[in-house]
């Protein structure tokens, strides 16, 4: 997959392929990632990319000509996303339709934002990474390129697939422990200690389901029960009534 980010900071990405998954997925091969700068574009002496805002109001917006040659100029016509505080709230589910793409390209504001005629012109989806303003999208852009390297095929191995984890079309994931099994008297529960598989099954779920239920009840309202899902509900609903557990 290639994705091509437009900024004014490319030295904001400069680090990536020594990070991570994205190093891993940029390593083989799985990820191109493309740093364009966007005043390279700028067609004025001085290379500006902003100006003031038509209307008054404080701060600059970036303009609209570096920004569509800097569009235009990549090939294959890419989709556009625009990061910005007014876009739908990233989840891992626009993660996912954003792997299946080819190539990609996430746009970064800065200042005010862009010329509204690069939006209604040229951009596909405004992305947002939460209910709160950034100074620019760059910070996001490392969220959404993160996200989608650990998605990539061939980049996670077997062991560390992510199909178990949180937001994955279900429940939370279940608490991990790791050795020792007794950390200076903070003892790692016994079930997972025991070999026995359907009983680390059964404590997962259970696990999986209340911390859901504690930590984004809504969730519950998007996924369907099947009957031992709803058996484990019971079951956590009257626990949490005790004020106990029996898992
Ligand atoms: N004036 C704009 C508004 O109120 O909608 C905010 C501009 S913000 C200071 C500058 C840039 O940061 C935006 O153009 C966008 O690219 C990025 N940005 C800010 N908050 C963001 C968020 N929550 N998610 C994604 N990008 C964000």
């Known amino acids: 997959m290639k994705i091509s980010v437009l900024t004014l900071f490319p030295e904001a990405f400069a680090w990536l392929k020594d990070y991570s998954m994205i190093g891993r997925a940029i390593e083989k091969g799985a990820l191109d990632l493309d740093i364009v700068q966007i005043r390279d574009f700028a067609d004025n002496k001085h290379k500006k990319v902003d100006d003031y805002s038509f209307g008054g109001g404080p701060g600059m917006v970036m303009a609209p ?5 800097a ?3 990549l090939p294959d016509r890419p989709k556009v996303y625009y990061l910005s505080p007014q876009g739908r709230v990233l989840d891992q589910e626009k993660l996912f339709s954003m792997k299946e793409e080819k190539n990609i ?3 970064n504001g800065h200042y005010e934002g862009i010329d509204q005629r690069v939006i209604d012109e040229l951009v596909d989806e405004e992305i947002s990474i939460g ?3 950034l100074s620019g999208g760059e910070m996001a852009s490392l969220v959404i ?7 990539l095929d061939g980049v996670l191995s077997s062991e560390e697939s992510y199909m178990d984890e949180s937001h994955m079309g279900g429940f939370l994931e279940f608490p991990q422990y790791t050795r020792p099994a007794d950390f200076r008297g903070l003892k790692v529960p016994e079930v997972l200690l025991s070999g026995h598989h359907e009983k680390i099954e ?11 239920l504690l930590k984004r009840p809504d969730i519950f309202e998007k996924i369907s ?18 004020g106990g557990q029996s898992n």
């Open 71 to 73: 569009i235009t100029s």
């Open 65 to 69: 000509q570096p920004l569509f040659d």
């Open 105 to 107: 390209i996430l746009l």
């Open 202 to 212: 059964d404590y997962r779920l259970y696990q999986r389901m209340k911390k859901t």
């Open 131 to 133: 209910d709160y303003v």
């Open 225 to 242: 029960l099947n009957e031992k899902e709803e058996k484990v509900y019971r079951q956590i609903k009257n626990d949490l009534e005790k």
């Open 145 to 151: 390129i993160d996200g989608i390297s650990r998605l």
